[in-house]
């Protein structure tokens, strides 16, 4: 078990410590982005890197760095795959 998942932590706990480590970023539209967490603000605003863009479970895009605005944004969740 991965440090991040092994204890209990508050939400703004975990995203402190998931900066600088893969992530998947799943969207309200279902557009997944997974990227490297570059940072991210109070209104969960985030910065990625590295960042690749996945409709329906396919790639469709890759950038390098993105912004997504906080209010799109239905969950973060740390990446195994990368």
């Given at each position: 078990m991965d440090?991040?998942?092994?204890?209990?932590?508050n939400p703004?706990?975990?995203?402190?410590?998931?900066?600088?480590?893969?992530?998947?970023?799943?969207?309200?539209?279902g557009?997944?982005?997974?990227?490297?967490?570059?940072?991210?603000?109070?209104?969960?605003n985030?910065a990625?890197e590295q960042?690749e863009?996945y409709?329906?479970?396919?790639?469709?895009?890759?950038?390098?760095?993105?912004?997504?605005?906080?209010?799109?944004?239905?969950?973060?969740s740390?990446?195994s795959?990368?």
């Amino acid at each position: 078990m991965d440090k991040t998942t092994s204890k209990k932590q508050n939400p703004s706990e975990f995203l402190r410590k998931i900066i600088g480590n893969p992530v998947v970023v799943k969207l309200n539209s279902g557009v997944d982005y997974r990227g490297v967490l570059a940072c991210l603000d109070g209104y969960m605003n985030i910065a990625l890197e590295q960042t690749e863009e996945y409709v329906n479970g396919q790639l469709k895009n890759k950038y390098g760095d993105t912004f997504i605005r906080g209010n799109n944004v239905l969950y973060i969740s740390t990446s195994s795959k990368r």
